[in-house]
């Protein structure tokens, strides 16, 4: 496997739901464009995003939500980009078909009690379920890199909890140490950067509560039996 030299992934840019969560329940989710501020937000990341390329080829995989692509013209990384192939495996956790706030909001309460790995929204996903796709997701880069052709870098146009369920799957870090961490901003990005075999994260996601990646259930404060 030629594996690429940096793997990068970025937080689509504030879309408008992010400012009025009433879209949501006239406009689907995939449909919801960026902000002006979003984009502006996007082209500020692709400015890093072609720092960390440094003139060397990627390719891209997007989610088929319309705020990532236009997180990612907004990049504008123009020739560098070698290849650009919709992955639905990158989409956002799947909440409802057309979202009613106040329970969309209810549910959140009981997510945060229940634990944002395990807990399934009713109609949608749990963070398990993207867990899933993201490993499968994982075999078919694995396919990709073992091309000769292969550019040097990747980069995923994505959300922020796709971003830590893949790092979560590619580190091996536990459910207890994924629960403790928050989400990227909008149009953040995280790069795994490759030192011989080995990869490490740039810069740790933000953390809500303290924990490590061993930390399992068993450390957790209250167990019920």
Request: aromatic share 12%; with cysteine.
């Amino acid at each position: 496997m030629s594996a690429p030299r940096k793997i990068i992934m970025i937080r689509h840019g504030q879309s408008a739901a992010n400012v009025d969560q009433t879209l949501y329940n006239r406009i689907p989710d995939y449909r919801i464009p960026l902000t002006e501020l979003g984009v502006a937000q996007a082209r500020a990341a692709g400015e890093r995003v072609r720092r960390q390329l440094d003139g060397q080829k990627v390719c891209v995989y997007v989610s088929p939500y319309l705020r990532a692509y236009q997180t990612l013209e907004a990049l504008n990384l123009g020739d560098l980009v070698e290849r650009t192939i919709e992955e639905p495996r990158l989409r956002e956790q799947d909440w409802a078909n057309f979202q009613n706030p106040a329970e969309i909001a209810d549910q959140k309460e009981l997510r945060n009690a229940y634990g944002h790995f395990f807990y399934r929204f009713r109609e949608g996903e749990s963070g398990s379920d993207v867990y899933d796709r993201v490993s499968s997701f994982m075999e078919t880069l694995y396919r990709h890199w073992s091309k000769p052709d292969y550019a040097p870098n990747t980069l995923l146009v994505t959300h922020g909890l796709t971003m830590r369920l893949f790092c979560m799957r590619w580190f091996h870090w536990s459910v207890e140490y994924f629960e403790s961490l928050n989400n990227p901003e909008n149009a953040e990005v995280r790069t795994l950067i490759r030192t011989g075999q080995q990869y490490a994260l740039d810069s740790n996601f933000a953390q809500w509560t303290q924990a490590d990646p061993s930390k399992t259930v068993l450390d957790a404060p209250d167990h019920i039996w």
